[in-house]
């Protein structure tokens, strides 16, 4: 099975995708992550460029799949609201320009991923997830959204929207596709963007399904370093500092967890609240969603408790690519902030290759053997 990768990153989806599928091209315009790719992978078909500026002809061959993670800033819940208009986010329709410019050469990938934040959902009150279903449709593809938290898979909270849509003439097995969303994978504003897509695009409209995993059995606390690298504990007064910045109620989780009588681990973000710093921890054994590093509240702490000891340092590179399901054999940047930016902006390589495994390849392999019945008849 072949694909084209756009806005690859650091190869979070080729590494989901696995060794069944070969690459035939892959972009990205940020050096950096370029050279990530480079040092894991091989930049025998990857090109370093903005989408804008890639013309159809440089795509080799026929793919029966085309992935993109297009950058999630302007429909970010965090972001300005720009959403599709926006400079970054606006991207998508540069990619969108090099589908409908393979459908002109009877070229359109059979099958077409789309990932992006949750946010992407709901941003300008859904009429960005609405421009983007009137994309597919006006290529003649059927499609529908999928939401899938990493806390499935890891220990990570990080919900992301997948959509997938299938190009015209590409036949869906029953077994992949539901009459009603499920529950897992389809959250109340998946349900609500649905209902709220024109009639036509209704009709175009697939309830993906997919089984969901078992039950996660790793922790936040199991993907930690004994001694990690790049980072340095904070000293006592540092530590104060952050515990001082807690509301009442973060205050009774750090107490509740030195009356535990374990070891307690929590990811620690610092937040403004009604324009007042705040230090908020979780201690129900996941880490907070990496996010790049914008700035110091953008990198997640650590807070370690053991009895009245209260330990913090910055999550470092390593565990946060453990986060994104990455082996210790993937090489990260040696400056912090980079690999900090180029795992915050990937994928969470278990989620794609559950995509992988129980729609891409079924769908991919069906219509293989469909093709391979007719030639024979």
Known sequence: MKYYEFFAGGGMAKAGLGDQWECLFANDIDAKKAKSYGLNWSLESFVLKDVAQIEAEELPDYADLAWASFPCQDLSLAGKGTGLQGERSGTFWSFWKLMESLAKQSRTPKIIVLENVYGALT??????????????????????????????FLPQSRPRLFIIGVAPGVLVPQSLTGSEPTTWIHPSAAEKSFQN???????????????????????????????????????PDET?????????????????????GKREVAGLYRRTRNKVQRAEA?????????????????????????GESVRSRLLSTR???????LPDTYQLPERYNEAYH????????????HIAKHILEPLSKFNQAKISTMEVA
Not at 240 to 260: G, H, I, P
Not at 342 to 352: E, I, M, N, R
């Open 123 to 152: 941003s300008r009150n859904g009429k960005d997830f609405a421009a983007i279903a009137e994309a597919f449709s006006t290529l003649g593809f059927r499609f529908g959204a999928t939401v899938i938290n990493a806390s499935k």
């Open 319 to 325: 565990e946060a690519a453990r986060l994104m399901g």
């Open 240 to 260: 104060r500092r952050l515990l001082s910045m807690m509301t009442e109620v973060n205050l009774q989780k750090v107490n509740s967890a030195k009356l535990s």
């Open 342 to 353: 180029l795992l915050g902006d990937g994928l969470v390589v278990p989620v794609v290759r």
């Open 197 to 235: 897509l024109l009639p036509h695009l209704r009709k175009q409209w697939l309830w993906w399904k997919l089984p969901e995993p078992p039950q996660r059995d790793i922790s936040f606390i199991d993907l930690l370093e004994n001694n990690p690298q790049g980072v340095e504990w904070h000293t």
């Open 282 to 306: 979780r201690f129900d054994g996941l880490a907070g969603c990496l996010r790049t590093p914008g700035g110091g509240s953008s990198r997640q702490t650590v807070l370690i408790v053991e």
